[in-house]
T-cell receptor
Framework: EAGVVQSPRYKIIEKKQPVAFWCNPISGHNTLYWYRQNLGQGPELLIRYENEEAVDDSQLPKDRFSAERLKGVDSTLKIQPAELGDSAVYLC????????????FGPGTRLTVL | GQSLEQPSEVTAVEGAIVQINCTYQTSGFYGLSWYQQHDGGAPTFLSYNALDGLEETGRFSSFLSRSDSYGYLLLQELQMKDSASYFCAVGYNTDKLIFGTGTRLQVFP
């Protein structure tokens, strides 16, 4: 069974540029999460989807961040415009409905904003 | 709000036993999970405790005391490949998970 797939793995952009990250969760997992992980810190939730509905986006900086999960499968996280402080690893995870304690993570996208 | 505390770093030698502690403060506590993350890698689920007591999975065991708001991850027969960061994560309000800042384990030969 394929794991969570993310692309790109690395991205370097200049500040004020837009950037997008893509995630394909494990087949059959209805719940999808986007996390941000700063160096030396734990993952911090940005948004959680149940199928195509965003059920928890309280930590998403909505002035510059947006996300979508059309058709309840793949998801895209976008930042526009990027700021220096957005440099981090962006992790996507998925889980079966109701199994939020056991999440399966993708390899992440390491974003560097110059 | 929710908060977790775990040591920032632990060192041990191959073959030894190490315990990584986690204390938490949260409302609506649901359970305690542990994840392993190698440098540059993805967090990987290790264990979950919803009830008090010890859960054993091979060389790894996890313990929870709900009354003490405390848990630990016990790693036995340490191997070099166990060098990684270990995160405790608290589940609360039935469907939310918050991660600690992680404990970096270094295993020396």
């Amino acid at each position: 069974e394929a794991g969570v797939v993310q692309s790109p793995r690395y991205k370097i952009i200049e500040k004020k540029q837009p950037v997008a990250f893509w995630c394909n969760p494990i087949s059959g997992h209805n719940t999808l999460y986007w996390y941000r992980q700063n160096l030396g810190q734990g993952p911090e939730l940005l948004i959680r989807y149940e199928n195509e509905e965003a059920v928890d986006d309280s930590q998403l900086p909505k002035d510059r961040f947006s996300a979508e999960r059309l058709k309840g499968v793949d998801s895209t996280l976008k930042i526009q415009p990027a700021e220096l402080g957005d440099s981090a690893v962006y992790l996507c995870a998925s889980s079966s409905s109701g199994s939020f304690n056991e999440q399966f993570f993708g390899p992440g996208t390491r974003l560097t904003v110059l | 709000g929710q908060s977790l505390e775990q040591p920032s770093e632990v060192t041990a030698v191959e073959g030894a036993i190490v315990q990584i502690n986690c204390t938490y403060q949260t409302s609506g506590f649901y359970g305690l999970s542990w994840y392993q993350q190698h440098d540059g890698g993805a967090p990987t689920f290790l264990s979950y405790n919803a009830l008090d007591g010890l859960e054993e999975t091979g060389r790894f065991s996890s313990f929870l005391s709900r009354s003490d708001s405390y848990g630990y991850l016990l790693l036995q027969e340490l191997q070099m490949k166990d060098s990684a960061s270990y995160f405790c994560a608290v589940g609360y309000n039935t469907d939310k998970l918050i991660f600690g800042t992680g404990t970096r384990l270094q295993v020396f030969p």
